[in-house]
């Protein structure tokens, strides 16, 4: 069984920046696409950016597009969110999943992490 952690949220002003990370354990994600998603109060569950197993710059939500930036570390087994330029409406629960097949459902969510941008 795979678990993800995440780690790395708080409190920060806006304008700010935040770097969130995931730790896989159980298993390599070998193949893998990661991704991290958001939740706001009130709203539902978002996409926020993903990244390929192979890595590359990554797929972003227009919200969030050159301000945050996705990467991952396969011998680590970790996927980072490097969260920059932060505003209040960023403010959500944010958690890393694993999908292992494009385009079908993710297999593995985190618990999340919340993150709080004040004005």
């Known amino acids: 069984q795979v678990q993800l952690v995440e780690s790395g949220g708080g409190l920060v002003q806006a304008g700010g920046s935040l770097r969130l990370s995931c730790a896989a354990s159980g298993r390599a994600l070998v193949g893998y696409r990661m991704g991290w998603f958001r939740q706001a109060p009130g709203k539902e569950r978002a996409f926020v950016a993903a990244?390929?197993?192979?890595?590359?710059?990554?797929y972003y939500a227009d919200s969030v597009k050159g301000r945050f930036t996705i990467s991952r570390d396969n011998a680590e087994n970790t996927v980072s969110l490097q969260m920059n330029s932060l505003k209040p409406e960023d403010t959500a629960v944010y958690y890393c999943a694993a999908q292992r097949l494009a385009g079908s459902s993710y297999d593995y969510w985190g618990q999340g992490t919340q993150v709080t941008v004040s004005s």
């Open positions: 990244i390929r197993w192979s890595g590359g710059s990554g």
